[in-house]
């Protein structure tokens, strides 16, 4: 007995329109039913990203942890494979300074080879002396490596990446501005792209992550990332007008959700796979951004946007 005999041609069309998960899943009905009530939802994460964003620079005078690449310091390689579990809490001790540890591994395996060690605040001769101590290993060049970073170079870095990323944002909102050559939809597109970006670096202030230029690279990407699912949203609403303006949504949404999902799903497999900590950090925040993404085009961006089109149906 053949099973396609009992297969519902019908739903195996609504199945290749799109229509048929969203119908038995509910979640059109409940998506637009909400839509107005979920633009809080961006608007506190915005407001709430701002106060931790604000609170970060009043503390620090930055707007996230920076590590010695864009600060300054040094970066000291121990090549050992003996693990010291308490190494990282012992030398903070030892040296009453802020000392960041990771462990380096063999290109995919996780053996390890060797210890990184970084520090904005430790001198090489007190970090030296105090490996020593703690470690027990005399430290030769064959064993041990320095590179350091001047104070006036790092900052230089961070001041070159915050105006890379200021000119690419500007840049980016006269693209859009003379796309749609219309004020709502672009401060729609550009006040998305804000958000993902605000948000993503008050989630990184949360996490205590230390950014360096692989960072601030992840953060010109996600840029990328948002203003394309922002720009799709905002072309099917406003020029697509062959469809209602709900069909219009959900097919930006299908559309958008496959790019972003795919994206986060090979980054997911990325950072757990690869042993490069730039690899892992760019990774990290490029998913929290895609995450952050999803509720910004589609809760603030939306409603922006719609409100925008009834008024000029």
Known sequence: MRLYKYFDKSRYKKVINGHFIFKIMGIKEIYFKNLKKLIILPILLLALSLLIIGSQYYKTGDLFNKDVSLQGGISAALSTEIEFPNLEKQLELETSKDVTI???????????????????????DELRSSLEKITNIKLTKE??????????????????????LIISFILMSIVVVSIYRSIVPSIAVISAAFSDMAVTIAVIDLMGLKVSTAGIAALLLLMGYSVDTDILLSTRMIKRKEDPVETRIIKSIKTGLTMTATTIAALFIGYFISNSFVIKEMFLILMIGLVVDIIMTYALNTNLLLNYVNKNA
């Open 143 to 164: 064993n041990y490596s320095v590179e350091e970073t001047g104070p006036s170079l790092g900052k230089l870095f961070y001041r070159q990446m915050l105006v890379s």
């Open 102 to 124: 990771r462990k380096l591994t063999e290109f995919g395996s996780d053996n390890q080879i060797g210890i990184l060690i970084e520090s904005s605040d430790v001198k090489n």
